[in-house]
């Protein structure tokens, strides 16, 4: 029953989540901080979202199902990928659904 719901989850998961995933697990790699700002920032290059709302709510999202954690820090609140956050990414990407697009914050 709980790999059903998972299953159920993450196909209603689209593009933002996907990437916002993909951004907090790069970031963790890298040990650097990834926040709510560097998110928009990203969605917006990428033509994903044009607002910080909808960027703020794509991480509220993934923070309700547990898939991130959402960490105030230095007046900042930063993301991190949870145990579940890394299971879902590693299934989007099997998936195919999406395709991987870099950070400009993280990759340049």
Same mark, same amino acid.
């Given at each position: 029953?709980?790999?059903?719901?998972?299953?159920?989850?993450?196909?209603?998961? /689209?593009?933002?989540?996907? &990437?916002? *995933?993909?951004?907090?697990? %790069?970031?963790? /790699?890298?040990?650097?901080?990834?926040?709510?700002?560097?998110?928009?920032? /990203?969605?917006?290059?990428?033509?994903?979202?044009?607002?910080?709302?909808?960027?703020?709510?794509? %991480?509220?999202? *993934?923070?309700?199902?547990? &898939?991130?954690?959402?960490?105030?820090?230095?007046?900042?609140?930063?993301?991190?990928?949870?145990?579940? @956050? @890394? &299971?879902?990414?590693?299934?989007?990407?099997? /998936?195919?659904?999406?395709?991987?697009?870099?950070?400009?914050?993280?990759? @340049?």
């Amino acid at each position: 029953m709980e790999n059903e719901l998972f299953k159920k989850q993450l196909a209603r998961l /689209d593009e933002a989540h996907f &990437l916002l *995933l993909y951004w907090t697990t %790069v970031a963790e /790699d890298k040990e650097q901080r990834y926040n709510i700002t560097n998110a928009f920032d /990203d969605l917006k290059f990428h033509k994903v979202t044009r607002t910080k709302q909808s960027a703020v709510a794509f %991480v509220d999202s *993934l923070h309700a199902l547990c &898939l991130i954690d959402v960490r105030e820090e230095s007046n900042r609140k930063n993301l991190y990928l949870s145990e579940y @956050g @890394g &299971l879902a990414l590693q299934e989007l990407i099997t /998936d195919s659904k999406f395709s991987i697009k870099n950070s400009i914050h993280l990759e @340049g």
